[in-house]
């Protein structure tokens, strides 16, 4: 029997010239492509071999009917489109996303929140059917997205411990997350052990959990902390800046600063310098977050609580691959992950 031709210059090579190539059926062919089980591996060597030397190509909408998978993921940052280019957190968890993502031969579609209005945009996507699930971070308590997700019915897993009612009784959310309240509390016995006695807090926004755990982090070690110690944020290097003022006013004698996130941490630093006090020698200073980008701006170098930013992106994908794949023999319900943190000893305290 004569070898099955090459396909002409400039066709497309097909399933069936795959299996004349590779010596197997079709359904072999079919089953390999589009990640069947059930298959020996020394045929889906030969499979894979005929593939890359045809260059074969799976047409999508034909594996999309057999598999009943897009090959795509919704990313939704809850945060206006300023928020997510100008804060590096968002670029590390995205960039963990993408990898893990490219890993599973998927793709990401990134999707953020303007205004009240998206909230019925995203709604029309998600339920359009273009995508196998979503990825949600940066929710707020308020928010209705969750509340789009669950109408639309799309698999989804959260970026961050749900606070919105009812979450506790949800399940079918399951959440990655670090261990922000532990995390708080090693940054703040750290201070106590270098003898601080009037140790502040910027807290970041009030609606979101990664924010309550932290200052709840805070006040487990300091039990009797004076509320004229702790200040408001919202996660921007701003933020931090004008809470630091404000401390400074009401409490001039503090001489120590535990800051919700590295970005405040960065904005306090400018102003405690401004006002001619020396970190860590009149102020000790710790963040969280442990950026790099943020980290490698500040002099003195920041002492920060460290979270795994990227390696979460990443189990967030793993996550809802998981329960993407409920349905296969075998699989249970995933639940949610909690990471640990790990305090950066630098300079500033």
């Known amino acids: 029997m004569s070898p099955m031709p090459d396909p002409a210059p400039g066709s497309r090579p097909t399933l069936e010239a795959v299996a004349a190539r ?14 069947g089980a059930g298959v020996r591996q020394p045929l889906v060597d030969k499979v894979r ?3 890359e030397e045809l260059g074969y190509i ?8 057999v598999t009943r998978r897009n090959g795509a993921v919704a990313v939704i940052i809850a945060e206006p489109e300023f928020r997510v280019f100008s804060d590096p957190f968002f670029e590390q968890q995205v960039r963990g996303i993408s990898r893990e993502l490219t890993a599973h031969d998927s793709q990401l579609v990134l999707l953020w929140v303007e205004g009240p209005g998206d909230y019925d945009r995203i709604s029309r996507y998600l339920g359009g059917g273009h995508v196998d699930g979503a990825l949600a971070f940066s929710v707020h308590n308020d928010d209705e997205l969750p509340s789009v997700i669950r109408r639309v019915q799309v698999p989804a897993v959260f970026g961050g411990r749900p606070g919105w009612p009812g979450a506790a009784a949800e399940p079918a959310f399951p959440y990655v997350d ?3 309240r532990g995390g708080a509390r090693e ?3 750290h201070l106590l052990s270098l003898g601080r006695e009037r140790i502040a807090h910027i807290a970041g926004p009030r609606d979101q959990t990664s924010a309550i755990d932290r200052i709840d982090g805070y006040r487990d070690v300091l039990l009797d902390a004076d509320a004229g110690l702790i200040a408001q944020g919202d996660f921007t290097v701003e933020s931090g800046a004008r809470a630091m003022a404000e401390l400074l006013e009401r409490r001039p004698d503090l001489d120590a600063v535990f800051a919700a996130n590295d970005l405040m941490a960065s904005g306090a630093l400018r102003v405690l310098r401004e006002r001619g006090l020396r970190v860590p020698e009149d102020v000790a200073l710790v963040g969280f977050d442990d950026m790099a980008s943020v980290v490698a701006a500040t002099e003195p170098a920041l002492t920060t609580v460290r979270q795994d930013i990227e390696g979460m992106g990443r189990l967030m994908v793993r996550l809802l691959m998981r329960v993407l794949n409920q349905a296969e023999p075998g699989a249970g319900a995933p639940g949610s992950v909690i990471t640990p943190t790990e305090l950066v000893r630098r300079a500033s305290a």
């Open 49 to 51: 071999r005929a593939v």
């Open 22 to 35: 590779a010596g197997v059926s079709r359904a072999t062919v079919s089953r390999v492509v589009n990640g």
């Open 178 to 180: 670090c261990d922000n």
């Open 58 to 65: 799976p047409n999508h909408a034909a594996r999309t009917l």
């Open 187 to 189: 940054a703040v016995r």
